[in-house]
Nanobody, 120 residues
Framework: QVQLVESGGGLVQAGGSLRLSCAASLRTPMAWFRQAPGKEREFVAFVTWGGTGTLYGDSVKGRFTISRDRAKNTISLMMNSLKPEDTAIYYC?????????????????WGQGTQVTVSL
């Protein structure tokens, strides 16, 4: 059974930083998505299985960094210069194939989500 377990969410002031982590049981490409109240789930960042290929959503480019520890099979999302509009539930996701995708429908497995709240 595939398991994805996120950790690291919390409350932070605007301009601050948080680091999210996700432990996975599959060795495939992975991504972070987020969903704010009343909004659709939004692509945040993608990383290849090798960890050398990454892709970011426009709203987080230059502020967030996704990385992968292949030995531990975990991914992390370092979030800097956080803004109130970054407030959302953040989900870790993985997919069966090796193709790059920003489309949530292409991901078969999801974690339970972790809340990130950025205050003014």
């Amino acid at each position: 059974q595939v398991q994805l377990v996120e950790s690291g969410g919390g409350l932070v002031q605007a301009g601050g930083s948080l680091r999210l982590s996700c432990a996975a049981s599959l060795r495939t490409p992975m991504a972070w998505f987020r969903q704010a109240p009343g909004k659709e789930r939004e692509f945040v960042a993608f990383v290849t299985w090798g960890g050398t290929g990454t892709l970011y959503g426009d709203s987080v480019k230059g502020r967030f960094t996704i990385s992968r520890d292949r030995a531990k099979n975990t991914i992390s999302l370092m979030m800097n210069s956080l803004k109130p509009e970054d407030t959302a539930i953040y989900y870790c996701a993985s997919k069966k194939d090796l193709l790059l995708s920003m489309n949530r429908e292409d991901y078969e497995y999801w974690g339970q989500g972790t809340q990130v709240t950025v205050s003014l």
